[in-house]
T-cell receptor, first 114, second 117 residues
Framework: NAGVTQTPKFRVLKTGQSMTLLCAQD?????MYWYRQDPGMGLRLIHYSVGEGTTAKGEVPDGYNVSRLKKQNFLLGLESAAPSQTSVYFCASSYWEGENTEAFFGQGTRLTVV | AQKITQTQPGMFVQEKEAVTLDCTYD???????LFWYKQPSSGEMIFLIYQGSYDEQNATEGRYSLNFQKARKSANLVISASQLGDSAMYFCAMSPIFWGGYNKLIFGAGTRLAVHP
């Protein structure tokens, strides 16, 4: 059982380049999320999805776009990368069981924009 | 606005001793959940424990317990019998409880715990 898998694990981009981060989960979870983690800070929510075909903005959505064409996949796009987007990106998924809505995280993608 | 505050950037504990990691939160939501995650040096986020705002009893999961004091808006993590493998970054997080059960986690800045032999 792979859980939440992020591709790629590392990437270096030049300013202005574009890229897509892929998140795949095999747990049939309804909800998926993209977070970023900067040094000395906790994770911050970029975008999230409450179901196939739906997306919504989180705390820090500017400069990112997302898509959820299939339930198991959640894509994060950077159209024109900036050095401020250098960060570790985490994808997560969750489901509803009673009250606990624990999020399961991927292993992270370390992105450097030069 | 919601906010999580972890006032201890770093903590040290002797192996086999107990340690408390502090977390205070601010929210105007009536219904919310509190989470603790562990991030070892390898970088993954590991869920430890959850406490719902309406839970009257403190949550426990093995060696982890959550000391929930709603009036004081605190949700401290207690690790009993510390092990060397507990050395990691620990994050407190909170989310409103939405209908349908999805979450929007707000994280604190974290506490780095070092367990000494």
């Amino acid at each position: 059982n792979a859980g939440v898998t992020q591709t790629p694990k590392f990437r270096v981009l030049k300013t202005g380049q574009s890229m897509t981060l892929l998140c795949a989960q095999d747990m049939n979870h309804e909800y998926m999320y993209w977070y970023r983690q900067d040094p000395g800070m906790g994770l911050r929510l970029i975008h999230y999805s409450v179901g196939e075909g739906t997306t919504a903005k989180g705390e820090v959505p500017d400069g990112y776009n997302v898509s959820r064409l299939k339930k198991q996949n959640f894509l994060l796009g950077l159209e024109s990368a900036a050095p401020s987007q250098t960060s570790v990106y985490f994808c997560a998924s969750s489901y509803w069981e009673g009250e606990n809505t624990e999020a399961f995280f991927g292993q992270g993608t370390r992105l450097t924009v030069v | 606005a919601q906010k999580i505050t972890q006032t201890q950037p770093g903590m040290f504990v002797q192996e086999k001793e107990a340690v408390t990691l502090d977390c205070t939160y601010d929210t105007s939501d009536q219904s919310y959940g509190l989470f603790w995650y562990k991030q070892p040096s390898s970088g993954e986020m590991i869920f430890l424990i959850y406490q719902g705002s309406y839970d009257e009893q403190n949550a426990t999961e093995g060696r982890y317990s959550l000391n929930f004091q709603k009036a004081r808006k605190s949700a401290n993590l207690v690790i009993s019998a510390s092990q060397l493998g507990d050395s990691a970054m620990y994050f407190c997080a909170m989310s409103p409880i939405f209908w349908g059960g999805y979450n929007k986690l707000i994280f604190g800045a974290g506490t780095r715990l070092a367990v000494h032999p």
